[in-house]
């Protein structure tokens, strides 16, 4: 079993920034790949970014392509989402999940987080 916990959301005006961080516990990070999915009210939850489990490849969406960046700290256990020039349509409520190889698709993920809100306001 794989437990990660979410923090970093909050509220924030169109332009700026925000750090999520997922911090891991159960199991090998480094075994892990990691992603970051979002989902709006009346929306699927959609893809945002993953990483592999060295942290030496990384995918974007192409909504947040160039704003924002995806790393992880093996030795933490702990994956960051830092998102620059957020706009309104950045806000979801924002999931940190876990499985065995970086994919596109919620369904590839085994372990999810309990979500954290970011609401960026225009």
């Known amino acids: 079993q794989v437990q990660l916990v979410e923090s970093g959301g909050g509220l924030v005006q169109a332009g700026g920034s925000l750090r999520l961080s997922c911090a891991a516990s159960?199991?090998?990070?480094?075994?892990?790949?990691m992603g970051w999915f979002r989902q709006s009210p009346g929306k699927e939850r959609e893809f945002v970014a993953t990483?592999?489990?060295?942290?030496?490849?990384?995918l974007y969406a192409d909504s947040v392509k160039g704003r924002f960046t995806i790393s992880r700290d093996n030795a933490k256990n702990t994956v960051h989402l830092q998102m620059n020039s957020l706009k309104p349509e950045d806000t979801a409520v924002y999931y940190c999940a876990a499985g065995a190889l970086p994919a596109i698709v919620a369904g590839a993920y085994n372990y999810w987080g309990q979500g954290t809100q970011v609401t960026v306001s225009s």
């Open positions: 159960g199991r090998t990070f480094s075994s892990l790949a």
């Open positions: 990483i592999n489990r060295s942290g030496g490849s990384t």
